[in-house]
């Protein structure tokens, strides 16, 4: 039989009756420590661009770290941020950090890193569809190396921490507004996000152009606050309506 | 390997192997209403001088091919399927055909798309070289809808129509300087130099 280990178990139930922020995250710094890891940063990326009330970002990581480092303007420089956000599981850096692909400005922000006592670390990716991009990082200052089972406990603790963080938050808890899009609607999205023309899409879909334009008004009024198309293709990706998928068809052609 | 010709020799075996490999897909698996030329070889009306044959190909021979016709001379949205098209049809020296996208069942799926990209990049490529701004086309439903969705400059010519109990739906597509960079970002086109020569079998 598997076990599941007690520090997992007694984190998920306190994490689960946790009812403020703080309270969510001194549970997870202590758990934190427990699996030796004396840093703990969960983010949504954009918080750290700026403040918002629906944005997650709880950390110790020592004062003003981000300020400097991880973030020019409106980009994210930091290595191990612009690694994870490419994968779905967790990353443990800098060991498994794609370092041909960086500059000097990365290969600085790791080195003011292990000065500040952020020598390693394990990052797990918390992407939920419609919501911003987020993760949960566990760093410590020591160099020796962190065993698989600390990386998997690091891994579900980490979810199961960004998850109660959504709850507490309020994210994830309103109407779906996907879920009321109905297929024949969706389909109209899909072909304007290929650029295509109301009779373009009635001719793609067999109706007529004049059903095309009450699928697409119900669409605009369902989603609300959308006035072009544009705004409505960003929408319908953000909520994860369409996907970014290339075309790839098993027919054979003419 | 891709190779471009304009016409065909029934004694060049890439070429027979073509035909054959015609008549399998839309004869034999298809079922197409088509003529079969010697018992063997899927040739109509639209074959000759004036068509261009894009063909891949490897040491065993034809793994793959599309036919162009122009537009300025009996072709099949032209003369056929008229009735697909609610807007003009496009026609005129700059302004192609695609048809017969022949990609053998032989080659499994993968192998298909990978020699379906491979047609397309090329036909692109030669596009371009030619000045071929329009093609056109004739394609299953589902076909189509997977045409319109890769990248391109593609549009409907009219709702789609059932034709002899075939259904069937026409496209066009335009071709500019950045038509191979929009099928770059669906993973459809290869540039000619990286594109691998032998197909999947």
């Known amino acids: 039989m598997i076990r599941v280990p007690r520090l997992f178990i007694e984190f998920y139930d306190l994490a689960r009756a946790a009812d403020d922020c703080e309270a969510l995250m001194r549970l997870l710094v202590d758990v934190a420590l427990d699996l030796g890891f004396d840093r703990v940063a969960m983010l949504h990326t954009a918080a750290l661009i700026r403040r918002h009330p629906w944005l997650i970002r709880f950390d110790n990581y020592p004062f003003g770290w981000d300020r400097r480092l991880v973030v020019r303007g409106y980009r994210v420089i930091d290595p191990v941020l612009m690694a ?49 991009e987020g993760s949960i990082s566990f760093a410590t200052r020591s160099t020796r190396r962190i065993g698989w089972e600390r990386l998997m406990l690091a891994d579900a603790i980490g979810r199961t921490a960004f998850d109660q963080m959504r709850r507490i938050m309020g994210l994830g808890i309103g109407p779906d507004a996907a879920a009321s899009i109905t297929e024949r609607e969706r389909e109209c999205i899909y072909w304007i996000a290929h650029g ?35 705004q409505l293709v960003y929408e319908a990706m953000r909520l994860g309506l369409i996907d970014a998928l290339p075309s790839v068809s098993s027919e054979r052609g003419t | 390997m891709i190779r471009i010709t304009h016409g065909f020799d029934l004694t060049d075996p890439l070429d027979t192997g073509m035909f054959e490999d015609r008549r399998r897909l839309f004869i034999d698996l298809m079922r197409w209403n088509l003529p079969v030329t010697a018992g ?156 691998p020569a032998a197909a999947a079998a």
């Open chain 1, 196 to 230: 295509k023309s109301n009779q373009d899409v009635a001719d793609l879909l067999g109706i007529d152009v004049e059903t095309v334009r009450t699928y697409l008004k119900r669409v605009f009024l369902k989603l609300g606050r959308l006035n072009t198309r544009s």
């Open chain 2, 40 to 195: 063997r070889y899927e040739i109509d009306q639209f074959d000759g001088v004036r068509a261009t044959y894009i063909v891949t190909h490897d040491r065993r021979g034809h793994c793959g091919s599309m036919r162009l016709l122009p537009s300025t001379r009996p072709h099949i949205l032209g003369e056929l399927f008229a009735a697909l098209a609610d807007r003009p049809v496009p026609r005129g020296r700059d302004t192609c055909e695609i048809t017969r996208l022949c990609l053998p069942a032989r080659l499994g799926a993968a192998g298909r798309l990978a020699v379906r990209n491979r047609l397309i990049s090329a036909m692109v490529d030669h596009a371009l070289a030619h000045g071929i701004r329009t093609l056109t086309g004739v394609v299953r439903p589902a076909f189509r809808d997977a045409v319109l969705a890769m990248g391109w400059d593609a549009a409907p010519l009219g709702p789609v129509r059932t034709i002899d109990g075939m259904t069937l739906g026409a496209f066009r597509i335009g071709i500019t300087a950045d038509t191979p960079a929009q099928l770059a970002g669906t993973g459809i086109y290869i540039p000619s130099p990286a594109r």
């Open chain 1, 84 to 132: 994870v956000r490419r994968r779905e599981s967790g990353l443990l850096w800098p060991d498994g950090l794609p370092g041909a692909q960086f500059g000097d400005l990365q290969k600085t922000i790791l080195e003011e890193g292990k000065r500040c006592g952020i020598r390693q670390g394990f990052t797990v990716p918390a992407n939920v569809p419609g919501e911003p």
